[in-house]
């Protein structure tokens, strides 16, 4: 079945930039991407990316599509502490938005 | 707007009791989602209603869990008889076609005991 993958941990130390990666299997997706979930809140959209682009720059986040790989990146720059979440990615299942597939989330810890 | 609201925040309850979670979506919006997140399985759609219709329930664990949406304002899952394995997270999230990605509750922490 189709299937979003994620590491699940990542450390930096504040002011670093942050990448974390994330592999997706449907080649149908229209739309891509990425929520940050705070402890006991629910999942935040950060930022999202159409299928016919490469690159979506927005303040200090980078998304960088690459489809022949399905390979998905979101890059935060100087990375500061209330940054600290799980960042999960998601793709569009079976081209529809109707339908969402997440990944386990990765947990970013940005260290002072 | 208040964004999606969900009650109650916490449910501890005991196995063999119906368990309801409810939901407001975002007024406007015309898809609702329940999702459920566990450490083990991370998050699942459960189902999901496009103009109070459900469109697709194949996330639905089993019998015991069932979902309405009488009005395009309120939405509700039900779970009965509730067992320990159902202890989880569930969201609920809504949306339309002319924003993309979805606006999530704060969730309800379900505990079985």
């Known amino acids: 079945g189709e299937d979003v993958e994620q590491s699940l941990f990542l450390s930096v130390r504040e002011g670093d930039s942050s990448v974390i990666n994330c592999t997706y299997t449907?080649?149908?997706?229209?739309?891509l991407y990425w929520y940050k979930q705070e402890p006991g809140a629910g999942l935040q959209l950060l930022t999202y990316i159409f299928s016919n682009m490469d690159m979506k720059q927005d303040q200090r986040l980078t998304v960088l599509l690459n489809k022949k790989d399905k390979h998905l990146s979101l890059r935060i720059a100087d990375t500061q502490t209330g940054d600290s979440a799980i960042y999960f990615c998601?793709?569009?299942?079976?081209?529809?938005?109707?339908?969402?597939?997440f990944g386990k989330g990765t947990k970013l810890s940005v260290k002072p | 707007d208040a964004g999606v609201i969900q009650s109650p925040r916490h449910e501890v309850t005991e196995m063999g009791q119906e368990v309801t979670l409810r939901c407001k979506p975002i007024s406007g919006h015309n898809s609702l989602f329940w999702y459920r997140q566990t450490m083990m399985r991370g998050l699942e759609l459960l189902i999901y209603?496009?103009?109070?219709?459900?469109?697709?329930d194949s996330g639905m664990p089993e019998d015991r869990f069932s979902a309405k949406m009488p009005n395009a304002s309120f939405s509700t899952l039900k779970i009965q008889p509730s067992e320990p394995r159902d202890s989880a997270v569930y969201f609920c999230?809504?949306?339309?076609?002319?924003?993309?990605?979805?606006?999530f509750g704060s969730g309800t922490r379900l505990t079985v005991v």
């Open positions: 998601a793709e569009t299942y079976g081209g529809s938005q109707g339908n969402l597939i």
């Open positions: 209603f496009n103009n109070n219709v459900p469109i697709d």
């Open positions: 999230a809504s949306g339309d076609h002319f924003n993309y990605g979805y606006t």
């Open positions: 449907d080649s149908s997706s229209t739309y």
